[in-house]
T-cell receptor, first 112, second 117 residues
Framework: GDSVTQMEGPVTLSEEAFLTINCTYTATGYPSLFWYVQYPGEGLQLLLK?????DKGSNKGFEATYRKETTSFHLEKGSVQVSDSAVYFC???????????FGAGTILRVKS | GAVVSQHPSWVICKSGTSVKIECRSL??????MFWYRQFPKQSLMLMATSNEGSKATYEQGVEKDKFLINHASLTLSTLTVTSAHPEDSSFYIC?????????????FGPGTRLTVL
């Protein structure tokens, strides 16, 4: 079945550092790919998405590019802030609006 | 964006009792809702797909007699953990796609923390 693999955390960075969280997937066909963020005590929120190969999703300074050839969707941000501290989940779906397959989540801690 | 609520946000119960968790779409109708379970420091695992007006579809390995799902209306799905045991303690999260918006983006509830003593 489909699966998503994320780099293990926690990832600890200083403010204004560059962030990369790796995500690779195994799936048939051309799934849609997502990054969700979960702030402490809150539910998951969609951060960005890409629905086809070479699409770049971006939001709040975060971006990720759908790479079909490497089956990857790595999350990047050029300068992180303390407020970015959260858990980040990579996910995919074979049918938009249908069930999601999640990676294990990566805890990000940003120090001031 | 659309809002999905869950109630209660946390619950503590004794072993052997049943607990009902509600998931509501507040400003859109949801013919489908999804129930996930999240273990500490682990990912969300899909438990079942709740379908309005029909039976839920359970993922492999999930006991449908233990985790009863009822999707009684277009805005409400309930998950009842029957005869709960300590191993059922977990964080339960629901989500619903807003298909009326055309994007089918999924919106997540804030989750329910269940602790079984």
């Amino acid at each position: 079945g489909d699966s998503v693999t994320q780099m293990e955390g926690p990832v600890t960075l200083s403010e204004e550092a560059f962030l990369t969280i790796n995500c690779t997937y195994t799936a048939t066909g051309y799934p849609s790919l997502f990054w969700y963020v979960q702030y402490p005590g809150e539910g998951l929120q969609l951060l960005l998405k890409a629905t086809k190969a070479d699409d770049k999703g971006s939001n709040k300074g975060f971006e990720a590019t759908y790479r079909k050839e490497t089956t990857s969707f790595h999350l990047e941000k050029g300068s992180v802030q303390v407020s970015d501290s959260a858990v980040y989940f990579c996910a995919l779906t074979q049918e938009y609006g249908n069930k999601l397959v999640f990676g294990a989540g990566t805890i990000l801690r940003v120090k001031s | 964006g659309a809002v999905v609520s869950q109630h209660p946000s946390w619950v503590i119960c004794k072993s052997g009792t049943s607990v009902k968790i509600e998931c509501r779409s507040l400003d859109f109708q949801a013919t489908t809702m999804f129930w996930y379970r999240q273990f500490p420091k682990q990912s969300l695992m899909l438990m079942a797909t709740s379908n309005e007006g029909s039976k839920a579809t359970y993922e492999q390995g999930v006991e449908k007699d233990k985790f009863l799902i009822n999707h009684a209306s277009l805005t409400l799905s309930t998950l009842t953990v029957t005869s709960a045991h300590p191993e059922d303690s977990s964080f339960y999260i629901c989500s619903a796609p807003d298909r009326t918006s055309g994007s089918s983006e999924q919106f997540f509830g804030p989750g329910t923390r269940l602790t079984v003593l």
